[in-house]
């Protein structure tokens, strides 16, 4: 038997579906699709299309961050740090055409909350899902970025209990404060 040397992305790309198939059901045998957006929704307030895909984006932090480094005025700015290479990547994980207006490279767990900028951490978040509740999408999940950052900057939640909010359950949240 001849073995043939696989590109570590490839591997990487290849595992990420598999467990993505694995986790929503489907075998390898009767996938018909790239990954999609979405994880599965499996135990979520909203549609899959307000999520991003687990296995691409599990979420990642800046090791030790703190609530009051993240709560200094200008902290996002100065560790944003996104490619136009990585956003590139990151539509080629997905599967999904960079459709000006359809999508934005969006961090999961967001700056303002510690969140990194790895791969782990950015997905094409959807302007307006498809499936979802008045086609919500990623400005709704400013709103709730804007407001946990809020609420752990005046001292009302623990950075780690807001990043796992977003984590979580992002649109549960969005549900709570839009009333």
Same mark, same amino acid.
């Given at each position: 038997?001849?073995?043939?040397?696989?590109?570590?992305?490839?591997?990487?790309?290849?595992?990420? +579906? &598999?467990?993505? !198939?694995?986790? *929503?059901?489907?075998?390898?045998?009767?996938? /018909?699709?790239?990954? /999609?957006?979405?994880?599965?929704?499996?135990?979520?307030?909203?549609?899959?299309? !307000?999520? =991003?895909?687990? &296995?691409?984006?599990?979420?990642?932090?800046? =090791?030790?961050? /703190?609530?009051?480094?993240?709560?200094?005025?200008?902290?996002?700015? *100065?560790?944003? *740090?996104?490619?136009?290479?990585?956003?590139?990547?990151?539509?080629?994980?997905? $599967?999904?055409?960079?459709?000006?207006?359809?999508?934005?490279? #969006? @961090?999961?767990?967001?700056?303002? +909350? $510690?969140?990194?900028?790895? !791969?782990?951490?950015? %997905?094409?978040? =959807?302007?307006?899902?498809?499936?979802?509740?008045?086609?919500? $999408?990623? @400005?709704?999940? #400013?709103?709730?970025?804007?407001?946990? @950052?809020?609420?752990?900057?005046?001292?009302?939640?623990?950075?780690?209990? &807001?990043?796992?909010?977003?984590?979580?359950? %992002?649109?549960?949240?969005? +549900?709570?404060?839009?009333?």
């Amino acid at each position: 038997m001849q073995y043939r040397h696989i590109p570590r992305a490839t591997l990487l790309m290849m595992l990420a +579906l &598999a467990l993505s !198939l694995a986790l *929503s059901g489907c075998s390898a045998g009767t996938a /018909t699709a790239a990954p /999609t957006i979405g994880g599965g929704g499996g135990g979520h307030a909203g549609p899959a299309s !307000l999520y =991003p895909n687990p &296995a691409l984006t599990p979420g990642d932090l800046f =090791p030790g961050v /703190t609530a009051k480094e993240v709560c200094v005025s200008g902290y996002s700015s *100065s560790v944003r *740090s996104v490619s136009s290479d990585e956003k590139a990547a990151v539509y080629q994980r997905y $599967g999904i055409p960079n459709e000006p207006g359809k999508h934005e490279v #969006d @961090h999961f767990i967001s700056l303002e +909350l $510690g969140g990194s900028n790895a !791969l782990a951490n950015l %997905w094409p978040e =959807p302007y307006a899902t498809p499936d979802g509740p008045n086609k919500i $999408g990623a @400005h709704e999940k #400013d709103r709730v970025e804007n407001y946990l @950052h809020a609420e752990v900057c005046a001292g009302r939640m623990p950075l780690p209990q &807001a990043q796992d909010a977003i984590r979580t359950d %992002w649109y549960a949240v969005y +549900l709570r404060i839009a009333k």
